[in-house]
């Protein structure tokens, strides 16, 4: 983990109210690992001290980018930003995916919106290629497909409206595929919290491992502030724990869901 001031190479719309922010981080891009995050101070902002996360979406030689929705004022700020400025960052941070090995399960991936973010590392490292699930309410909110499919991975589209893909939810797809055979299969979400839920209790159902990138709001963003715990089972109890350091990315199984914020 490095807290390093560095400068936007780039800072493009993608779709709609979607951002890719592309930054110059040569000591922070090798240390990456798929499912972590920066926290970034959002320079103009007056309570800049704030930080905001983002999970890292893809690394390649001296930068890493982040792929990010404006929904408020920081991310607002964030859009407005201009190549040659600079950002100060605290990256890596967290404990990301597990990649798959090499003959082990076969990875279904189950994003909702910018939890496509999270995944592209976890798809790009992976040794096993699988299926990619993509959720959102409309096309707009459909991001990176051809870039997964571009790595080799079956992407499958659902959208709320029905304006691409499958109409429905993201979940239906995965559960049409685990009902075709559920053995050998591992899923990661990253996600909207109901998403998240509804792919834990699949997974429950179905008896396959799961990690799901947990998205609480964060202050200190290292382990300092505890704004962002959750309760998670813990011997024949429970207790909080961290997202920015213990996760973002929880085993299923240990997420106690009743108690959650
Ligand atoms: C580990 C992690 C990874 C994340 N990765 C991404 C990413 O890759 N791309 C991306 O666009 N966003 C990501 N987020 C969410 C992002 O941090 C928030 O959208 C951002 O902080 C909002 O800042 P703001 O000042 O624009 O919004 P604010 O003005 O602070 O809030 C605007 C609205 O956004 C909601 N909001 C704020 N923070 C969060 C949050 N953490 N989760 C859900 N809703 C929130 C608020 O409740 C409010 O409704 C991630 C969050 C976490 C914890
Ligand atoms: S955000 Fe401060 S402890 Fe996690």
Redesign the pocket.
């Known amino acids: 983990m490095l807290e390093q001031t560095v400068q936007i190479i780039s800072n493009e719309r993608d779709t709609d109210a ?1 951002f890719r922010l592309v930054l110059r981080a040569p000591q922070i891009a090798p240390l990456v690992q798929p499912g972590q ?1 920066a926290h970034v101070r ?1 320079t103009p902002l007056k309570d800049a001290l704030l930080r ?4 890292i ?1 893809q690394v390649g030689g001296d930068t890493f980018s ?11 700020a ?1 859009a407005r930003m201009r190549a040659g400025k600079e950002l100060n960052v605290i990256a890596p941070l ?1 404990h990301g995916f597990t990649v798959p090995r090499p003959g082990g399960e076969t990875p279904l991936l189950v994003a909702g919106g ?1 939890g496509m ?2 995944m592209y590392l976890l798809a790009q490292r992976s040794p096993q290629k699988g299926i990619v699930f993509v959720g959102g309410r409309r096309r707009v909110d459909i991001l990176c497909e051809r870039e997964f499919a571009a790595l080799g991975w079956d992407v499958r589209v659902t959208t709320e409206d029905g304006s691409r893909g499958e109409k429905g939810l993201v979940t239906q797809p995965l559960l049409a595929e685990l009902k075709r055979g559920a053995s050998g299969k591992k899923l990661y979400a990253c996600g909207p919290t109901g998403m998240l839920k509804a792919v834990g209790k699949i997974a429950g159902e179905f008896d396959v491992p799961a990690e799901l ?1 947990m ?4 202050c200190c963003g290292v382990g300092v502030c505890l704004t ?1 715990v959750i309760p998670m089972k813990a011997g024949g109890g429970w207790e909080y724990q961290r ?2 350091t213990e996760g ?1 990315v929880f085993d299923s199984r240990r997420v106690l869901w009743e108690t959650a914020k």
Do not use: N, Q, W
């Not at 905001?52 to 999970?55: A, C, Q």
């Not at 929904?71 to 607002?76: N, P, R, S």
């Not at 998205?215 to 964060?218: I, K, L, N, P």
């Open positions: 979607y995050f959002v905001r996360p983002f999970s979406f982040i792929l990010y929705k404006t929904v408020g004022k920081g991310t607002e964030m967290g910018y973010a999270a990138s998205d609480e709001h964060m962002c997202t920015c973002p």
